[in-house]
C-alpha cells in the first residue's frame, strides 16, 4: 500500500536527484546544451573573451536576480530593480567624478540609495497594502527619471581601471598573464552562499518563505508579515545598489533613462531556477543558474547573427516557458 503511495520514480526519488532538486538538473543540462550549441555553431563563442563577456553580463544581472527572488518568495516582485540600477549608478558615479568624494563613499551612497527605494517598494506593498506589481512600477518610473536629474540628462562615468581611484574594477575583473580574469564570479558565489543560508536557516528567511506559503495563517501564528515582507524588498534594493556597483565596474559610460527591461531578465533568471510567482518557493542557487541561462542567450545569440530584436523575442519565449511550466508545478500541487 506504501508503495503504491509514493511520488515520482525512480528518477526523482533517487537522493542524490531529490537533494539538488530536479529543476536545478534540468537547468544545468540546459547550459550544457546552450554552451555546446552555440560553440558548434561559431568558433568565435569559444573563444576567451566571450567567457568574460559572459561574466560581465551576469554580475549585474545575477545582483538584481538575488534580491527580487525574496520578493518573489513573498509572492510580490520588484519591477524598479532595472531602472534603479542605472540611477544608484548614476548617483554613486556622479558623487565620485563629479563631487569627488571616496569611491568607497560613493560606492556606499549607491547601495543606500538602493536600499532607500527598498524601504519606500516595501512601505507600499506592505503597509499600504498597494499590489507589488503596480507599487514597484511606480518607483520604476520614479527611478528613471531620478537618475536623469541628478546627472542633468548627462552620461555619467565611473573612474576608469587606470586611474588611482579605479581600483574598485578589480573586485570584479584583474589582468593576469595578459588576460582579464573575470573574479567577480567569487563575490557572486560568496553571496549566493551567504543568502541561501540567510534564506534556508535564519528566522527571518523562513518567515520570507512562510509569507509567500500562506500570508494569513502566518500572521495569524503572531509572525509579525509587515516587517519581513518589508524586509523582503531592502534586500532586493540592497542588491539593485550592489548590481549598480557591477554595471558601474563593467561599462565605460551610463547614460540616463535606460535600464527598463534589465528587471526581466533578473525575474526571468530567478523563475527559471525554480522560484515560484505564486510565492513560497525558491532557492538562491537556483536563480543563480537561471542567469546563467540568460546570460548564455544574450551572449551566445549574437554569435548566430540574431539580432536584437530576434534577443528579445527569443528571450521573451523563454520567460514564458519558464512561467508555464511554473504554472504546471502549482496546479499538479494543488492536486496532490
Sequence with gaps: MGDNNKKGNAFTNNPIVRAIGVQKIVVVLVIIILALFFSAMSPAFRKYPTLVSLFDYSYYISFMAIGVTFCLITGGNDLSIGTGMIC?????????????????????????????????????????????????????????????IVTGGMSI?????????????????????????????????????????????????RYIIAIGSNKEATRLSGIKV??????????????????????????????????????????AGAIIGGTSMTGGVGTISGTLLGVFVMSLLKTGLPFIGLQANWQQIITGLVLIVAIFIDVLKNKRAERR
Design 88 to 148: 544608484y549608478s548614476l548617483f554613486g558615479g556622479y558623487l565620485i567624478t563629479k563631487m569627488h568624494v571616496p569611491v568607497a563613499v560613493g560606492m556606499a551612497a549607491t547601495i543606500l540609495f538602493g536600499m532607500a527605494i527598498g524601504v519606500i517598494n516595501g512601505f507600499l506593498v506592505a503597509v499600504l497594502d498597494i499590489p507589488p506589481f503596480i507599487a514597484t512600477l511606480g518607483t520604476m518610473m520614479v527611478t528613471r527619471g531620478l537618475g536623469s
Design 157 to 205: 562615468s565611473w573612474p576608469p581601471a587606470n586611474a588611482a581611484n579605479g581600483w574598485f574594477r578589480s573586485i570584479f575583473k584583474i589582468k593576469g598573464d595578459g588576460k582579464m580574469l573575470p573574479v567577480g564570479f567569487l563575490l557572486v558565489l560568496f553571496l549566493v552562499i551567504v543568502m541561501s543560508i540567510f534564506l534556508n536557516k535564519s528566522r527571518p528567511g
Design 226 to 267: 509587515v516587517k519581513y515582507q518589508m524586509l523582503a524588498y531592502i534586500i532586493s534594493g540592497f542588491f539593485a545598489g550592489l548590481a549598480g556597483i557591477a554595471y558601474g565596474a563593467t561599462f565605460q559610460s551610463i547614460a540616463p533613462g535606460t535600464g527598463a527591461g534589465l528587471e526581466l531578465d533578473a525575474i
